[in-house]
């Protein structure tokens, strides 16, 4: 695809792929920001995004960084060029080397798949992006194609298995499936020795709290007056 564009854009899209940058920190992109000697680019961001971040130039960086400022066309300090039709110039280069059509952030997401097939820790990838986590490089950035998750699979394996194993050892049992048993109820107390109370229980009767106080005592006694009187009637 680089082949297939202008110089200062094709040293653009190098860029990209080489520091996972944004569209609009490309645009800011400047000569000064490339340092080769000390292994870093400087991303400058917006006001919405993080300010600044650094990103090192390792492994295939290096060369596309290479590309980049040997064809860049900036001018007054500034890396690029402006691009106006990058999608359409974008799909027309892909067409003529007859690969899939890219976008911008296909580029940038290039970056972070490519770190991932070296197995790089999402975190880490997140952080070469600008991310504030590792969600978004584990569910879009990050993702690898089947034949790097097999290439992967692949290394974490011995180079021969043993003669002698015996698979089935390791292997689980469905012929005696699991029962969960409930826990059997303890019968014995919780409460020591003595602590027990009586089978009566410890509420008194209700009769037992009661006062009488002196208006009730007034009316029990207007009541018997009562009871006589009709009965000498």
């Given at each position: 695809m680089?082949?297939q ?7 653009r ?14 645009d ?11 292994q ?7 006001k919405?995004?993080?300010s600044?971040?650094?990103?090192p130039?390792v ?9 980049a400022?040997?064809h ?7 890396l690029?060029?402006a691009?106006g ?6 799909a027309?280069?892909c067409a003529?080397?007859g ?7 296909d580029?940038?997401?290039?970056f ?6 070296h ?30 998750l ?7 394996l ?7 194993t015996?698979?089935s050892?390791?292997?689980a049992d469905s012929?005696?499936?699991e029962?969960?048993r ?11 020795e003595?602590f ?6 410890i ?13 009730s005592?007034t009316?029990?006694?207007t ?11």
């Amino acid at each position: 695809m680089l082949a297939q564009l202008e110089p200062d854009r094709a040293a653009r899209a190098a860029f990209i792929l080489a520091t996972g940058a944004r569209w609009g920190e490309s645009d800011r992109a400047r000569v000064s920001d490339v340092d080769m000697a000390r292994q870093l680019v400087l991303l400058r961001g917006t006001k919405t995004k993080t300010s600044e971040r650094f990103v090192p130039i390792v492994g295939f960086s290096e060369t596309l960084l290479e590309h980049a400022l040997e064809h860049h066309e900036g001018e007054g300090g500034l890396l690029f060029r402006a691009w106006g039709n990058v999608r359409r110039d974008l799909a027309a280069a892909c067409a003529r080397a007859g690969i899939p059509s890219c976008t911008p952030n296909d580029l940038r997401r290039t970056f972070g798949t490519w770190w991932r097939q070296h197995e790089v820790e999402p975190h880490l990838i997140g952080s070469l992006l600008g991310h504030e986590d590792s969600r978004m490089v584990e569910r879009v950035y990050g993702r690898m194609p089947v034949q790097s998750l097999a290439r992967a699979l692949e290394r974490r394996l011995p180079p021969e298995p043993e003669p002698s194993t015996d698979c089935s050892t390791c292997a689980a049992d469905s012929s005696k499936p699991e029962r969960h048993r409930r826990p059997r109820r303890r019968t014995e107390s919780a409460f020591p020795e003595g602590f027990m109370v009586s089978g009566d229980g410890i509420e008194p009767r209700t009769r037992g709290f009661s006062v009488p106080s002196s208006q009730s005592a007034t009316r029990t006694r207007t009541h018997r007056r009562l009871e006589v009187m009709l009965a000498k009637n």
